[in-house]
Nanobody, 126 residues
Framework: QVQLVESGGGLVQAGGSLRLSCAAS????????MGWFRQAPGKEREFVAA????????SYADSVKGRFTISRDGAKNTVYLQMNSLKPEDTAVYYC???????????????????WGQGTQVTVSS
């Protein structure tokens, strides 16, 4: 089992920045990849960014590329999502996830992750 706890969400004006954190505990050595997803009201959960547990590879959704950065601190078992130049359309509940799941392994779909945090709200005002 892997437990994930997100923090760092809040209310920010458009153009501002936030940094989300995801603290992992439990059998973290079994995780191959960590990811961030988000879900806005009435919409499906969508991929935001992912990083391999080694930190050697990252990937991003086109909508956040160049604005968001995913990183990890192995000593703290923590993954971060630095979000800059925030837009109102970034408003959503952001979820941290740990793999591996039963999906194809790209890291871009929810099925690639077996464990999920409780989510943290990010609201960007215009």
């Amino acid at each position: 089992q892997v437990q994930l706890v997100e923090s760092g969400g809040g209310l920010v004006q458009a153009g501002g920045s936030l940094r989300l954190s995801c603290a992992a505990s439990g059998r973290t050595f079994s995780s191959s990849r960590m990811g961030w997803f988000r879900q806005a009201p009435g919409k499906e959960r969508e991929f935001v960014a992912a990083i391999t547990w080694s930190g050697s590879s990252t990937s991003y959704a086109d909508s956040v590329k160049g604005r968001f950065t995913i990183s990890r601190d192995g000593a703290k078992n923590t993954v971060y999502l630095q979000m800059n130049s925030l837009k109102p359309e970034d408003t959503a509940v952001y979820y941290c996830a740990a793999g591996p799941g039963s999906g194809p392994g790209s890291g871009w779909v929810t099925a690639d992750y077996a464990y999920w945090g409780q989510g943290t709200q990010v609201t960007v005002s215009s």
